[in-house]
T-cell receptor, first 116, second 114 residues
Framework: NAGVMQNPRHLVRRRGQEARLRCSPMKGHSHVYWYRQLPEEGLKFMVYLQKENIIDESGMPKERFSAEFPKEGPSILRIQQVVRGDSAAYFC??????????????FGEGSWLTVV | GENVEQHPSTLSVQEGDSAVIKCTYSDSASNYFPWYKQELGKRPQLIIDIRSNVGEKKDQRIAVTLNKTAKHFSLHITETQPEDSAVYFCAASPGGDNFNKFYFGSGTKLNVKP
């Protein structure tokens, strides 16, 4: 059973360009989360999605950032007009649909974005 | 919203000694508390978790304790080994509609000296 797959693993963008990060959840998982990790810091929640639905985007910056999880294909985190402060590791995680409280989430290997 | 605080930020122990990392949380509705280990440049990996109906859980050299009244939980690693060196993160999940939304502590960098 393949784990959470993220690509690209490393991405370099110049200021003002767009970055697209992709995430395919584990098989059987219908919940996807994006977290950002700045250097030497912890993980900060960005957005929680189910298929075709954004459940919670309270951690997303209001501008330049968007996320989607279409009916077919991976979840995509899109950052427009990147700035140096966007340089970070972006981790995707997934969990199964489960009505019980508290689900383990499984992280992908991360996408390291460097803005030059 | 939930606020998770983690201490210490760095911890250095001699191989074979024990290591303890502590976290506090603010939302009494939180009911799931996982711990993740992250090696440099790698993804966070779940090492142990505890749910609010349990006070303690152990898995070989790793144990976690939870005090719901005081709203704190701790990770205990016994007989530490150099390969335990990593950054450890605690997290809390508030349950309800957001039961899969995790709030992470700021991390503890553990260094086990051989």
């Amino acid at each position: 059973n393949a784990g959470v797959m993220q690509n690209p693993r490393h991405l370099v963008r110049r200021r003002g360009q767009e970055a697209r990060l992709r995430c395919s959840p584990m098989k059987g998982h219908s919940h996807v989360y994006w977290y950002r990790q700045l250097p030497e810091e912890g993980l900060k929640f960005m957005v929680y999605l189910q298929k075709e639905n954004i459940i919670d985007e309270s951690g997303m910056p209001k501008e330049r950032f968007s996320a989607e999880f279409p009916k077919e294909g991976p979840s995509i985190l899109r950052i427009q007009q990147v700035v140096r402060g966007d340089s970070a590791a972006y981790f995707c995680a997934s969990s199964p649909k489960d009505s019980t409280s508290g689900n383990t989430i499984y992280f992908g290997e991360g996408s390291w974005l460097t803005v030059v | 919203g939930e606020n998770v605080e983690q201490h210490p930020s760095t911890l250095s122990v001699q191989e074979g000694d024990s290591a303890v990392i502590k976290c506090t949380y603010s939302d009494s509705a939180s009911n799931y508390f996982p711990w993740y280990k992250q090696e440099l440049g790698k993804r966070p990996q779940l090492i142990i978790d505890i749910r609010s109906n349990v006070g303690e859980k152990k898995d070989q050299r790793i144990a976690v304790t939870l005090n719901k009244t005081a709203k704190h939980f701790s990770l205990h690693i016994t007989e530490t080994q150099p390969e335990d060196s990593a950054v450890y993160f605690c997290a809390a999940s508030p349950g309800g509609d957001n039961f899969n939304k995790f709030y992470f502590g700021s991390g503890t960098k553990l260094n086990v000296k051989p």
